[in-house]
């Protein structure tokens, strides 16, 4: 077990981490100090601040969920209008055949 601390808004925060897990925490915390920043969120209390950075990045992950299942969705989409082309392809080339 390792400690890593994490400067976010201002303050210094050690946590706990696996052996080797240091570097992703390190970039984690550089993450959740970036947002804190740009929400000029630094300088509140603590728990003021990590819950107002929280709440953020809980909306990106949404909106990147929401912008996978559309994409998902247009994959879907693509993928029915390929099969459709094949069956288009299939029959024109049946009444070709029986011309």
Same mark, same amino acid.
Request: charged letters at 25%; hydrophobic letters at 40%.
């Given at each position: 077990?390792?400690?890593? +601390? *994490? &400067?976010?808004? /201002?303050?210094? $925060?050690?946590? /706990?981490?696996?052996?080797?897990?240091?570097? !992703?925490?390190?970039? *984690?915390? #550089? @993450?959740?100090?970036?947002?804190?920043?740009?929400?000029?969120? +630094? /300088?509140?209390?603590? %728990?003021?601040?990590? *819950? $107002?950075?929280? @709440? *953020?990045? %809980?909306?990106?992950?949404?909106? /990147?969920?929401?912008?996978?299942? %559309?994409?998902?969705?247009?994959?879907?989409?693509?993928? !029915?209008?390929?099969?459709?082309?094949?069956? @288009?392809?299939? !029959? @024109?080339?049946?009444?070709? &055949?029986? #011309?």
């Amino acid at each position: 077990m390792s400690n890593v +601390t *994490l &400067s976010i808004g /201002g303050r210094d $925060f050690r946590v /706990g981490c696996r052996d080797g897990q240091e570097d !992703q925490i390190r970039k *984690l915390g #550089t @993450l959740i100090d970036d947002v804190v920043r740009d929400a000029n969120v +630094t /300088g509140r209390a603590p %728990a003021e601040m990590l *819950l $107002f950075a929280s @709440l *953020l990045l %809980a909306d990106q992950v949404k909106d /990147g969920k929401q912008a996978a299942s %559309a994409g998902a969705d247009a994959g879907a989409s693509l993928d !029915q209008i390929a099969d459709r082309l094949e069956s @288009l392809a299939s !029959q @024109l080339e049946q009444a070709d &055949s029986n #011309t």
